[in-house]
């Protein structure tokens, strides 16, 4: 783990779900590493709370809000199209929304299944509308936060929906797999125009995660997990490692979990399923 923090100064860097836990935890110290920090939430009360905590704290004014429902690609649009606006570069993108599976199945307002929409999903859509731009401010950094949990997961490619058979344990593990696999791909597809993907797991972290939508098993889970928990700063140590550090400049395609780089499962390395999630993940994009 880095002990001295490298400066940020002129790096923009986005940061979705920076509201709560790891990924407001990794808004800050970016802020006070002196980024442009631009938040990205759902919520413009949680994150105006928020961004005024993290610019009174870090002392850095440029710290900016927009706002999204990542379940909603309309919303991813409009969220790019904003931010392209008013901004001409974007160095660092980290991708660390995330919301645990439902007890019942819930479908987005574009007719797909939430925990797979959100997790996985947006991520996917965010990063291509945003490819060109990233690609413009080389060298620049993709981050994707994914989950240990990917490990129990497997890619039920002919229901991606799950509209044959809904299992809430199988959604999360499979959306978090799903980041890991599109993290390789997405490498490969930028070998040579200096912009890395990275995904990581951050650890088992006390957070609000599945606190909202998660049901009364999980909630429960979460809150057993949570007592054993680490804090969200040392959550986001990964992340913001991943974001910024001189060590990894150039390095792209690998899972990190504590600022290393470790094996993932078996499975997200196979190339041809990279491939054909790609593809099917394009066209219920449309990218
Ligand atoms: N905590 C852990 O132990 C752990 C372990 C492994 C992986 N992770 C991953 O770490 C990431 C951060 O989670 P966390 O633990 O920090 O949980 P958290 O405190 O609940 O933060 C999740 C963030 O995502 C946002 N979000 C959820 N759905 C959204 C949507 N539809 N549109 C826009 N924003 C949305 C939340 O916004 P609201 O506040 O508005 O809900 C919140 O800001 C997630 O990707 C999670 O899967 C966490």
Not at 39 to 61: F, K, L, W, Y
Request: aromatic letters at 6%; a positive charge.
């Amino acid at each position: 783990m880095p002990t001295v923090k490298s400066s940020m100064q002129g790096k923009i860097c986005m940061v979705t779900g920076a509201n709560s836990g790891i990924g407001k935890a990794t808004a800050l110290e970016l802020a006070q590493m002196g980024a442009t920090v631009v938040m990205v939430c759902r919520d413009r009360a949680r994150g105006e709370q928020a961004r005024s905590e993290i610019t009174t704290t870090s002392r850095n004014n440029a710290v900016d809000l927009l706002l999204a429902d990542l379940s909603s690609q309309q919303s991813i649009r409009q969220l790019v199209e904003h931010f392209q606006h008013h901004y001409t570069h974007l160095h660092v993108l980290i991708n660390n929304a995330g919301a645990a599976f439902t007890g019942r199945r819930r479908e987005t307002v574009d007719g797909l299944e939430m925990t797979f929409a959100v997790n996985y999903l947006a991520p996917f859509l965010l990063t291509n509308l945003l490819l060109d731009m990233l690609k413009a401010s080389a060298p620049a950094r993709i981050v994707n936060v994914s989950s240990a949990a990917h490990k129990s997961g497997s890619m039920q490619m002919d229901d991606l929906q799950a509209e044959k058979l809904y299992r809430p344990m199988r959604t999360y593990p499979q959306a978090k797999l799903a980041v890991v696999l599109f993290t390789y791909e997405l490498a490969r597809r930028l070998q040579g125009t200096g912009v890395t993907a990275n995904c990581l797991h951050p650890g088992f972290v006390a957070t609000n995660f599945a606190q909202s939508d998660g049901g009364p098993a999980v909630r429960l889970l979460v809150k057993l997990l949570g007592s054993f928990g680490t804090s969200p700063q040392e959550g986001a140590q990964t992340s913001i490692y991943l974001a910024s550090s001189p060590e990894v400049e150039g390095v792209t395609g690998k899972y990190f979990v504590k600022s290393i780089p470790r094996r993932s499962a078996a499975i997200s390395y196979d190339e041809s399923l990279q491939r054909q999630l790609w593809e099917q993940s394009a066209k219920l994009v449309n990218v």
